[in-house]
T-cell receptor, first 115, second 114 residues
Framework: EADIYQTPRYLVIGTGKKITLECSQTMGHDKMYWYQQDPGMELHLIHYSYGVNSTEKGDLSSESTVSRIRTEHFPLTLESARPSHTSQYLC??????????????FGPGTRLTVT | GENVEQHPSTLSVQEGDSAVIKCTYS??????FPWYKQELGKRPQLIID?????GEKKDQRIAVTLNKTAKHFSLHITETQPEDSAVYFC?????????????FGTGTRLTIIP
């Protein structure tokens, strides 16, 4: 079934650790996004990509980095985690208007806690 | 950049009554306005959207209206049901082939009282 997947779903790590949050989609979408969201609160765009080898920073300043080497894969990396990074991270994708114009499909999220 | 304001932040309505959520945007060039629903512990899902060349769009019990001159748009839910309880987010975007970056509002927590 076509979907968007995120792993891990929950992660508790210590300050200073390097982590990578995985996002994969089997929907054949070109465009992918990372959002940061505190539970029930506003979604802040932190990174986006319009295709392979394309990445841009979003509106919210973030100390994370992303890569897009394959169409279906868009991992997010924190080089040195801090307590201020504690939040939920949502990955999303869209087909850019080919079939369902501009709708973004979200993954289930990764809830990160940095101690 | 775009700025989207959303009101109210919380809303409680009796089951069967109507609910209205309002958003304003700052960039007059924005041309795409979706609404997302996020149930507790779930991922956001698109429920309805509208383009700037349309003033109103309906889908069963939900409708969205857009006033380009005033730069505001609203979500209307009629005959509310318990399953409508969720957080609703409006968003705005300048959708221009290859650019669908959404700016979200701060969300409205809607509670339907049985």
């Amino acid at each position: 079934e076509a979907d968007i997947y995120q792993t891990p779903r929950y992660l508790v790590i210590g300050t200073g650790k390097k982590i990578t949050l995985e996002c994969s989609q089997t929907m054949g979408h070109d465009k992918m996004y990372w959002y940061q969201q505190d539970p029930g609160m506003e979604l802040h765009l932190i990174h986006y990509s319009y295709g392979v080898n394309s990445t841009e920073k979003g509106d919210l300043s973030s100390e994370s980095t992303v890569s897009r080497i394959r169409t279906e894969h868009f991992p997010l990396t924190l080089e040195s985690a801090r307590p201020s990074h504690t939040s939920q991270y949502l990955c999303a994708s869209s087909d850019g208007g080919r079939f369902s114009p501009y709708e973004q499909y979200f993954g289930p999220g990764t809830r990160l806690t940095v101690t | 950049g775009e700025n989207v304001e959303q009101h109210p932040s919380t809303l409680s309505v009796q089951e069967g009554d109507s609910a209205v959520i309002k958003c304003t945007y700052s960039d007059s060039a924005s041309n795409y306005f979706p609404w997302y629903k996020q149930e507790l512990g779930k991922r956001p899902q698109l429920i309805i959207d509208i383009r700037s060349n349309v003033g109103e769009k309906k889908d069963q019990r939900i409708a969205v209206t857009l006033n380009k001159t005033a730069k505001h748009f609203s979500l209307h839910i009629t005959e509310t049901q318990p399953e409508d309880s969720a957080v609703y987010f409006c968003a705005a975007s300048l959708s221009n082939f290859g650019n669908e970056k959404l700016t979200f509002g701060t969300g409205t927590r809607l509670t339907i009282i049985p």
